[in-house]
């Protein structure tokens, strides 16, 4: 099947500080990537889709400006936490869909901010 | 609006006895149902895409059916290494974003 990798795995941040997540698609050409955070005991929220070479879409109530979406190319997409605080400490999953519309997701970032 | 809805929260099971886990969904035409499972800090594998009515998929020992308003996930005599959090999730025929239910905790004793 198609694996979609993520680095880190995991990372600790101080309060105010930025931090960038990778997603990348390691044996296929992704056309779409998704973002979603997960809280604990909680199911997947999406918060952005992102098409290479094009401008994400952000989820209603998701702050563009705080969780910046650059997708390079159709095999990398990165999620900038700006200005990371407590509360924005979470399980961070990507996805990349492929032309069957079939999904495949990360292993997941957990940022944990001090 | 898109809604998707699984039942039970949590199930516990003895190892070998089968059961079922259900979906529910609304979607303003679907495009594909799909199941996934999540192990305990890890990403949603890949299960399952079911298109229309009528049809079932399998793998080992799950084995996935399609209505027009629901999903079932049949387990058919579970084994310890099954438990998990089993994930539904449509996609709406106007984009390609899923729309996730709450998950089914399964755990299965030896």
């Known amino acids: 099947g198609a694996v979609v990798s993520q680095h880190p795995s995991w990372v600790i941040c101080k309060s105010g500080t930025s931090v960038k997540i990778e997603c990348r698609s390691l044996?296929?050409?992704?056309?779409?990537m998704f973002w979603y955070r997960q809280f604990p005991k909680q199911s997947l929220m999406l918060m952005a889709t992102s098409n290479e070479g094009s401008k994400a879409t952000y989820e209603q109530g998701v702050e563009k400006d705080k969780f910046l979406i650059n997708h390079a190319s159709l095999t990398l997409s990165t999620l900038t936490v700006t200005s990371a605080h407590p509360e924005d400490s979470s399980f961070y999953i990507c996805?990349?869909?492929?032309?069957?519309?079939?999904?495949?997701f990360g292993p997941g970032t957990r940022l944990t901010v001090t | 609006e898109d809604q998707v809805t699984q039942s039970p929260e949590a199930l516990r099971l003895q190892e070998g006895e089968s059961s079922s886990l259900n979906c529910s969904y609304t979607?303003?035409?679907?495009?594909?149902l799909f199941w996934y499972r999540q192990d305990p800090g890890k990403g949603p594998e890949f299960l399952f895409t079911l298109y229309s009515a009528g049809e079932e998929k399998e793998k080992e020992r799950l084995k996935a059916t399609l209505t027009k308003k629901e999903s079932f996930l049949h387990i058919t005599a579970p084994k310890p290494e099954d438990s998990a959090t089993y994930l539904c999730a449509v996609q709406a025929n106007q984009g390609g974003k899923l729309i996730f239910g709450q998950g089914t905790e399964l755990s299965v004793k030896p």
């Open positions: 044996d296929f050409q992704a056309t779409t």
């Open positions: 979607v303003s035409g679907l495009r594909g």
């Open positions: 996805s990349a869909h492929i032309v069957s519309y079939e999904q495949y």
